[in-house]
C-alpha cells in the first residue's frame, strides 16, 4: 500500500496545484482584464482540453451527443456533451483525460522545441525510477521524487535562450495548454469519486495478494511507476508556466488599474 501512495499521492497533489492556479489564472484575467485577453491567451487550452475528453470518449466506448471544441461567443467556452455513465473506470478516464492530453502536449512541445532540455528531463526521469525498486525504497524515493521537481524547473529556466523564436512560441503554447490542464469542477468531482472507489478495490487487491502470497501489487506498480513519474514531471512545467500566466497577467492587470484610475482622476480635474 505504500507504494502505490508514494507513486500517486504527488501526483493527486500537483493536480489539487495546478487545478487551484487555473481558477485564480481565470479569475485574473477574466475579470479583471477581459473575455478577449482570456480567449487570446488560452483559446489553444480550451480545445485541447475538450479533444481530449472527446477521444476519452471514444477510447471508453461512451457514446457522445455534442462536442464544441471552441465556442468563443458562449457561456461556456467548449463542452463534450455525452452519455451518463456510473463505470467508475469510465468516470476517471473521461473526468482526467485533458490531464492526459494537455501533458502529453507539454511532453510534445518540450520535445519538438527544446529538444536539449528533453533530453536533460528524460535522463533525469530514467535516475529517478531506477531508484525504486522495493518497498523500502518508500522515502528514498520520495525524497528524489521531489527534489526532481526543483531540478526540472531549474533546468527550464536554464536551457530556454530568449535569443531564439523558438522560445517565445514554446513559452505561449505551454502557457496556453497548462491553463487548461487540470479538470474543471464537475470533472474533479467524478475524478476523486472514481478514485475513492478504486482506491478501495486497491486495498482489496493488496491484502488479495498477501493471502494468495502473489507479488500482483508489486507487478502493478513497477508497470505504473515510469508512464506516472512522466505524467508527474512534465506536469511539472505545466504548473510552471500556468503560475507565470498569474504572475504576468496579474502585473499587467495592475498596471491597467493604475493607468484607469490615473486617467479618472485627470478626468475629474
Known amino acids: 500500500m505504500i507504494g502505490i501512495l508514494n507513486l500517486i499521492l504527488p501526483l493527486l ?10 481558477r485564480l489564472l481565470d479569475r485574473i484575467v477574466l475579470r479583471k482584464l477581459g473575455r478577449t485577453w482570456y480567449l487570446a491567451a488560452t483559446w489553444p487550452g480550451v480545445v485541447l482540453h475538450e479533444l481530449s475528453h472527446f477521444i476519452a ?15 468563443p461567443s458562449g457561456d461556456t467556452l467548449g463542452f463534450v456533451e455525452h452519455e451518463q455513465t456510473r463505470n467508475p473506470l469510465k468516470l476517471i478516464i473521461i473526468s482526467i483525460a485533458p490531464l492526459f492530453g494537455v501533458t502529453g502536449m507539454l511532453w510534445l512541445l518540450t520535445k519538438v522545441l527544446v529538444p536539449s532540455l528533453y533530453l536533460e528531463h528524460v535522463q533525469a526521469i530514467q535516475v529517478a ?23 526540472h524547473v531549474s533546468a527550464l529556466w536554464h536551457t530556454l535562450d ?21 479538470p474543471s469542477r464537475v470533472d474533479l468531482t467524478h475524478t476523486f469519486t472514481g478514485l475513492g472507489i478504486l482506491g478501495v478495490l486497491f486495498v482489496i487487491l493488496y491484502y488479495l495478494d ?19 513519474y512522466y505524467l508527474s514531471s ?8 500556468t503560475a507565470v500566466g498569474v504572475a504576468v497577467f496579474g502585473a ?9 484610475r490615473g486617467v479618472s482622476a485627470t478626468l475629474s480635474v
Open 13 to 22: 497533489l500537483q493536480v489539487l496545484v495546478v487545478y487551484g492556479l487555473s
Open 57 to 71: 470518449c471514444l477510447l471508453t466506448f461512451t457514446r457522445v451527443h455534442r462536442v464544441q471544441l471552441f465556442h
Open 129 to 151: 525510477v531506477s531508484d525504486f525498486q522495493s518497498f523500502n525504497d518508500f522515502f528514498r524515493f520520495s525524497t528524489t521524487y521531489f527534489a526532481q521537481y526543483w531540478n
Open 162 to 182: 530568449l535569443g531564439m523564436w523558438q522560445t517565445y512560441v514554446f513559452i505561449y503554447c505551454m502557457l496556453a495548454a497548462s491553463s487548461h490542464a487540470a
Open 210 to 228: 498477501q493471502w494468495l502470497a502473489v507479488p500482483i501489487t508489486w507487478t502493478l506498480i513497477k508497470w505504473l511507476t515510469t508512464p506516472v
Open 234 to 241: 512534465f506536469l511539472t512545467y505545466g504548473i510552471v508556466f
Open 252 to 260: 499587467i492587470a495592475g498596471v491597467a488599474r493604475l493607468l484607469k
